[in-house]
Nanobody, 121 residues
Framework: QVQLVESGGGLVQAGGSLRLSCAASGRTFSSVTMGWFRQASEKDRAFVATMSWSGLTYYTESVKGRFAISRDNAKNLVYLQMNSLKPEDTAVYYC???????????????WGQGTQVTVSS
């Protein structure tokens, strides 16, 4: 099993930056794909970024060039660096783990509790 705890959310002005962290427990962390999803108010949860155990990454189009996912397998941590934030990035951000590389929400087995990111205009 993998347990996930996010941190790093908060309130930031448009154009600012935040770095989200996700601490994972479980001995299988280094072999799983880690992803970030977000859910804005009254919207469905949506894919943001993912990174395989080997370093392969993929981003949703709206965050390409602004967000960067990374992971430290030795420390069981995954990060989401968010730059040039926009009000439309406001959402609860979740990290999640999947057994294989995927952008599909339903393929992610383990989820954190989420952390709120609010971007003011």
């Amino acid at each position: 099993q993998v347990q996930l705890v996010e941190s790093g959310g908060g309130l930031v002005q448009a154009g600012g930056s935040l770095r989200l962290s996700c601490a994972a427990s479980g001995r299988t962390f280094s072999s799983v794909t880690m992803g970030w999803f977000r859910q804005a108010s009254e919207k469905d949860r949506a894919f943001v970024a993912t990174m395989s155990w080997s370093g392969l990454t993929y981003y949703t189009e709206s965050v390409k060039g602004r967000f960067a996912i990374s992971r430290d397998n030795a420390k069981n941590l995954v990060y989401l660096q968010m730059n040039s934030l926009k009000p439309e990035d406001t959402a609860v951000y979740y990290c999640a783990a999947a057994p294989r590389f995927s952008t599909r929400l339903d393929e992610y087995t383990y989820w954190g509790q989420g952390t709120q990111v609010t971007v003011s205009s």
